[in-house]
């Protein structure tokens, strides 16, 4: 009868000892599991657009003048910010830095067909006028492009 007992004893060990392994070994597949699906899923968060194609214009009429971005096509999911702006002086200008800032717009993402605009009085006075654009495409580097600096007239006509 001991020998019966021992064995028994021995088996429930070894069918407890088994039990606690297998529970360790199924709970760390699961652990393994989730994590790789939390992976996954921050690939797909970290997959953005390759490439998008924003185009600037500046125009004017009935004393107002206009600068658009327009996001034409974007490949793939993407967040695009964008900022426009117009500036003007009463002398010609090759650069934007020696004008004065007179508006600007912003949007948190500029989706792809949408546009941005900002329109301003021109005061009634004959400037020059510039647009500029800047944009940040998902975690790149910001890009910058502006117009050429053009003579509008204080009705909103082009000059130059």
Known sequence: MNVVKKRCLGALLAFAC??????????????E???????????VEAERG???????????????????????FTLFPSVIIVYVELYSSKTYQESYTAMELEGREYIADLNI??????????????????????YKFDDRDWVEKTTDALLYSAAGVCLS
């Not at 088994?18 to 652990?31: M, N």
């Not at 599991?33 to 690939?43: F, G, H, T, V």
């Not at 006075?125 to 510039?130: A, L, R, S, T, V």
């Open 113 to 134: 067909g949408e546009t941005l605009e900002l329109s301003v009085s021109t005061g009634g006075e004959q400037k020059y006028w510039m647009a500029r654009m800047r």
């Open 33 to 43: 599991a989730k994590s790789a699906e939390y992976a996954a899923d921050a690939e």
């Open 18 to 31: 088994a039990a606690c392994c297998f529970a360790g070994v199924a709970s760390f597949t699961v652990a």
């Open 50 to 72: 390759l490439i998008t194609n924003l185009t600037l214009g500046m125009h004017g009429e009935d004393g107002r003048i206009w600068a658009q971005v327009k996001n034409e």
